[in-house]
């Protein structure tokens, strides 16, 4: 079982930066990868950037150059450094975790960052 607790959202005006955190507890060093994903009003979930415990990263196209994922694997943490923050990018943010040998997922509460224009 791992639990996660995001924090750092906020309101930023475009053209900001906010950096996103996510804390596991629980079995964390059977963490196979975590990541981040949104959700904006009205439209589905999506991938914005996931990383592995490898160190092998995957970006959305509308994030890549701007947003940096990374994973302190000891501690169980990943951060999200958002930059050049558009009004697009406004949504509630979500850490995912997955283990390995495991089918299961685990998503934390959600952070809303909001991007004004």
């Known amino acids: 079982q791992v639990q996660l607790v995001e924090s750092g959202g906020g309101l930023v005006q475009a053209g900001g930066s906010l950096r996103l955190s996510c804390a596991a507890s629980?079995?964390?060093?059977?963490?196979?990868?975590m990541g981040w994903y949104r959700q904006a009003p009205g439209k589905q979930r999506e991938l914005v950037a996931a990383?592995?415990?490898?160190?092998?990263?995957d970006y959305a196209d509308s994030v890549k150059d701007r947003f940096i994922i990374s994973f302190d694997t000891t501690k169980g943490t990943v951060q999200l450094q958002m930059n050049s923050l558009k009004p697009e990018d406004t949504a509630v943010y979500y850490c995912?975790?997955?283990?390995?040998?495991?089918?299961?997922?685990?998503w934390g509460q959600g952070t809303q960052v909001t991007v004004s224009s």
């Open positions: 990383i592995t415990r490898g160190g092998s990263t």
């Open positions: 629980g079995n964390i060093f059977n963490i196979n990868a």
């Open positions: 995912r975790a997955d283990q390995l040998y495991s089918p299961n997922d685990y």
